[in-house]
């Protein structure tokens, strides 16, 4: 017979069975808190690194500032005042044409107090008509404030061009009226003194009209355009 706590009557008594205690995982546990750990150091990284870029572009920009009020920089100012032809020839066999060039550049530095560098690296291209011409480079100088210097550049080069735009500088150079494209880009150190403040990159497109490529003949510039563009 059973009694009503399910034991045999008469028969000893046994306690009533309980589900084992609940415990918890420790590898789970200290996977937890390695992840936890891990979550908070890269937390705290990307917080340290944003502080810096914020520190870093207020500095730059405090930096920019005080140059633009404290010195007034000002962007100098170019101008082809000569344009000589020493050679040049067209070959139609290959469509190709070889030149030689002496031109002839004005710059002028307006800043009171700020010089300019001017620094390896500089490139001078020549071209008609989207085709390149000839190349050549600034000098390297230093130039001091409220400065006008003028420089010499020498450009040469051969290229083929192909026959219709051979055709097409051949009659311009038979009208008188000849357009070229000249491309400069240098880098250019500003200073103070002899402390160089800051680099930049100076960036010149003109586009020129001549009256003849004739070597030896005296070349008048008909019309110029300048544009110039100063990053950082």
């Known amino acids: 017979m059973l009694s009503e706590n ?16 609940y415990r918890r995982s420790l590898h789970a546990y200290l996977s937890q ?9 890269c937390r705290c990284c990307l917080c340290c690194f944003c502080c810096f ?16 009020f404290t010195f007034d920089p000002q962007v100098p ?4 005042e000569h344009f000589d032809v020493k050679a040049f020839n067209m070959q139609p066999g290959d ?14 530095n307006p800043n009171k107090k700020i010089g300019i560098r001017y620094r390896e690296g500089s490139s001078v291209l020549i071209g008609y008509k989207g085709a390149r011409l000839g190349s050549g480079r600034l000098p390297v100088f230093y130039q001091r404030p409220r400065n006008t210097t003028k420089m010499v550049v020498a450009i040469k080069g051969r290229s083929k061009v192909g026959a219709a735009r051979q055709s097409a500088l051949f009659g311009n150079e038979q009208a008188g009226d000849v ?3 000249v491309s400069v880009k240098a880098p250019l150190g500003l200073a103070v003194g002899q402390t160089e403040l800051v680099k930049v ?14 070597p030896g003949k005296k070349v008048t510039i008909k019309s110029t ?6 990053k950082l």
């Open 201 to 214: 990159k100076v960036h010149i497109d003109c586009t020129l009209v001549v009256d003849s490529l004739a």
């Open 225 to 230: 355009d300048y544009n110039v563009d100063v």
């Open 33 to 41: 808190r390695r992840s936890t750990k891990t979550g908070s150091c």
């Open 179 to 181: 357009p070229l494209h």
């Open 77 to 80: 100012s170019y101008k082809v």
């Open 53 to 68: 870029l914020l520190v870093f572009i207020i500095l730059v920009a405090a930096l920019l500032l005080y140059l633009r």
């Open 6 to 21: 399910n034991s045999v009557a008469g028969g000893p008594q046994h306690p009533p069975l309980r589900p084992p205690p």
């Open 95 to 108: 469509s190709s044409v070889s030149m030689k060039f002496a031109i002839t550049v004005r710059a002028v």
